[in-house]
């Protein structure tokens, strides 16, 4: 749902391209809602739910949001903020962290990121997880099994409050090793010389 968060993970992925040792570098997600009372919303886009919530017209909303896409186009990413649907992402969490135990994270985030912003996809409408799931090789029953109860739900709880627990209080968070870290997305410059650090400390 963090517009920066897909840019951090672009500028991370860069950083990653030119880090030697990439290989031996693990990704693991974590989940974090900015704002887990937020409900969906289907027939509302981003730049109407933003006036809105600041009382402002949907022209002020589209020009707070010109320099977000302009840095999401900096690093291949196509924003189009008229199109993503405002929709709390409690259940798309719980889909990841199965997609976790199957090895298949980082390619659900991937998918839910660009389904999200790029191709206007309802990410807290059950079918469409089903079909992302899918897409990325989740097998369909285990994530409806998923989505018609309430496994991972205390996964995700965790996450957030392990988040907590450490002072994240936004996202993007990256940490390395549990022993530094990188709020926001950063330059790629950034991430690449904490990689180095942190392997040549370890």
């Given amino acids: 749902m963090c517009p920066f968060c897909y840019i951090g ?3 991370l992925e860069q950083a990653l391209e030119q880090f030697e040792h990439r290989d031996e570098v693990e990704i693991e997600w974590k989940s974090f809602q900015l704002d ?38 900096e690093v291949g990413l196509e ?39 790029t ?20 097998e369909e029953n285990k994530i409806r099994e998923v989505l018609n109860g309430s496994s991972f739900g205390n ?14 209080s936004g996202v993007p968070f990256f940490v ?3 022993k530094r870290a990188i709020s926001g997305a950063q330059p790629e410059e950034q991430f690449l010389s904490t990689l180095q650090e942190m392997y040549l400390d370890s």
């Fill in 9 to 11: 993970k672009r500028r």
């Fill in 36 to 73: 887990p009372t937020t409900k969906s919303q289907p027939g509302k886009n981003v730049f109407q739910y933003l006036a809105e919530r600041y009382g402002r017209d949907i022209e002020w909303s589209k020009e707070t949001h010109k320099n977000v896409v302009q840095m999401a186009k």
């Fill in 79 to 117: 924003y189009n903020f008229d199109k993503a649907i405002i929709a709390n992402s409690f259940d798309a969490h719980r889909v990841s962290h199965l997609a976790k135990e199957k090895n298949l994270g980082p390619e659900f985030e991937e998918l839910l990121f660009k389904s999200y912003f």
């Fill in 119 to 138: 191709n206007g996809k309802n990410i807290a409408d059950l079918e469409t997880l089903v079909s992302l799931g899918v897409e990325v090789g989740l």
């Fill in 155 to 168: 996964a995700v709880r965790q996450d957030i409050a392990e988040a907590q627990q450490i002072g994240v």
């Fill in 176 to 178: 390395f090793d549990r």
